[in-house]
């Protein structure tokens, strides 16, 4: 039928967009059955955003999909610049895989009145920060917020309840004061404070950008987001 068509070359669509579509580039793509998908590709934060609006006469599927890859096994689990005073560590922090610290430096601590209870201070290999040899991927370097955020025009933040779909436009909410973050935001939003982001455990976030000088993560919170700091982000312990 028309709709399975349509159904089916929408999937289509998103596959064409990831392979052969630049980013911030769109592409009109004609199907063997008929069918047209226009189709667009842009960035939303480490992951592409690709688009796909199937239609034939008065009928249509529009879908989104973020499209990323895993982390490949050989990356570090945890890195810590020179610099630094190395890491410390309590309670029931667990790290695991390959951690790169100034001098080899990790450190029991006692914060909270917790003590670090595992047998282990790492379960994997700790290295010296000086001898890593990857770089941060080319595409974030020198990233800027002005890449995410586009065209939006920003507006003031919004604590109500918000969902927006990634094949619209997208919101973008800046202040220039703290933010608290107890409110559910879902899909393309982009929430940007220019002193500091709390994230609290009652917040329901799903692919949102937090953008801000430090970034705090209360302890209990549980969802999906991308995070950019220029100066710190803290997980409060769980």
Avoid: M
């Avoid at 199937?54 to 610099?83: C, D, M, Q, W, Y």
């Avoid at 290999?125 to 920003?154: A, C």
């Avoid at 919004?158 to 220039?176: A, C, H, M, P, R």
């Avoid at 302890?219 to 710190?232: P, V």
Wanted: aromatic share 10%; glycine share 8%.
């Amino acid at each position: 039928t028309t709709q399975e068509h349509l159904l089916l070359d929408s999937y289509q669509g998103i596959q064409v967009g990831l392979q052969q579509v630049k980013v911030n580039d769109s592409l009109q793509f004609v199907h063997d059955s008929g069918d047209t998908s226009l189709i667009r590709k842009s960035i939303w934060g480490s992951y592409y955003l690709v688009t796909s609006k199937t239609f034939k006469n008065e009928r249509s599927v529009s879908r989104s999909a973020l499209i990323g890859s895993e982390f490949e096994a050989s990356l570090p689990s945890l890195v810590v610049r020179n610099g630094s005073d190395g890491l410390r560590i309590c309670g029931e922090t667990f790290i695991e895989g390959a951690v790169y610290l100034p001098n080899k430096r990790i450190e029991l601590s006692y914060i909270g009145g917790k003590n670090y209870s595992n047998p282990k201070l790492v379960y994997g290999e700790v290295y010296d920060s000086k001898d890593l040899k990857i770089n941060l991927s080319k595409n974030f370097e020198n990233v800027s917020p002005r890449e995410f955020t586009g065209n939006l025009i920003p507006k003031p933040f919004n604590w109500k309840d918000t969902t927006i779909s990634f094949l619209e436009n997208g919101v973008y909410y800046q202040s220039l004061d703290p933010i608290q973050i107890r409110s559910k935001f879902r899909g393309k939003i982009i929430v940007q404070s220019f002193d500091s982001l709390v994230v609290y455990k009652e917040a329901e976030l799903s692919n949102v950008i937090l953008i801000a000088p430090k970034i705090y993560i209360k302890q209990g919170f549980s969802g999906n987001l991308q995070a950019l700091a220029s100066e710190s982000i803290v997980l409060e312990d769980s």
